[in-house]
């Protein structure tokens, strides 16, 4: 059986992708804070200021690596690094989960694959950065992984949401902002399929289709919380502007594609009271 090590594998999205992936494959994680994880085996503590993934590297020995980590640039900088080094010169490789943000300085269009990458966001040159490490190494060696906004009933999103609605504060949106969406659930059997088919290369995981974020926000609070909100535009630039990223060289199933409005029933099917 395949060994599967997954970096941050106690966050919102690491977690769920352990959920998905641990019945078809020898799956191991990492977790840094949380609670309940270093009674688990299959979990290893990792503090990448301190480093010991090498270490961890050693014992578990995986044949794919998956990088959900958070934390501070510099860190994770040096993480990918070794890491990257790693993957160049063994039998593993890497599947990198990356942002929409390294196309955030464009405007009026959306983003595909082999596009161009440029940010003017800290955090956007950050993903860059490892992008452009990542995509020196052969095409087999790795996945590139590219996300939009990521929802999901447990996410840090919608707890900020929740916690909104319940306190009456005005929750933040842009207007001008043109994104599409995924969630944990869709997220985790697309990578799925991407491991089981062997797939490499660059992906756009997000909906088929668009929508202004405050539409998105707005249709969500309606559905989930059936109740008016306060909302506080946020306009970063007087132009449209695109924070979506779209498959058009390679893309999935017909049944791992989806639309926003699939999203926004799935964040919705329980209605929450305030």
């Known amino acids: 059986m395949k060994r599967i090590l997954i970096l941050g594998a106690s966050g919102f999205i690491g977690n769920t992708l352990y959920k998905e992936l641990n019945s078809y494959y020898d799956t191991f994680g990492t977790y840094f804070t949380k609670k309940g994880f ?3 085996h299959h979990f290893f503590h990792f503090d990448m200021k301190e480093g010991g993934l090498e270490d961890i590297i050693k014992e ?3 044949k794919l690596i998956i990088s959900a980590l958070r934390g501070p640039f510099d860190a994770l900088i040096e993480t990918h690094q070794f890491l990257i080094d790693l993957i160049g010169r063994s039998n593993c490789r890497l599947i990198f989960l990356s942002s929409a943000n390294v196309f955030d300085t464009f405007e009026h269009f959306p983003s595909y694959e082999y596009d161009k990458t440029l940010s003017e966001s800290i955090y956007g040159r950050f993903k860059i950065k490892i ?10 060696k790795f996945v590139l992984a590219r996300l939009p ?3 999901g009933n447990h996410s840090p999103r919608i707890q900020e949401l929740d916690q909104a609605i319940n306190t009456n504060q005005p929750i933040e949106v842009f207007p001008n902002t043109i994104i599409n969406v995924n969630n944990d659930i869709k997220l985790s059997q697309q990578i799925h399929y991407i491991i089981n088919q062997q797939l490499t290369g660059i992906f756009h995981l997000g909906s088929t289709d668009l ?3 405050f539409d998105f926000i707005k249709l969500m609070v309606q559905r989930r919380y059936q109740r008016k909100a306060i909302y506080k ?3 970063t630039t007087n132009q449209m502007r695109y924070m979506a990223v779209l498959a058009k060289e390679n893309k999935l199933p017909n049944n791992l594609l989806f639309s926003y ?4 029933d799935d964040l919705t099917l329980v209605k929450k009271d305030f």
Do not use: C, S
């Open 38 to 40: 270093g009674q688990n």
């Open 60 to 62: 578990v020995k995986p």
């Open 131 to 140: 992008e452009n490490d990542l995509l020196r190494l052969p095409p087999a």
């Open 149 to 151: 906004m990521v929802y």
């Open 211 to 213: 929508i202004h974020h």
């Open 233 to 235: 535009q946020v306009y």
């Open 261 to 264: 409005t699939e999203i926004l």
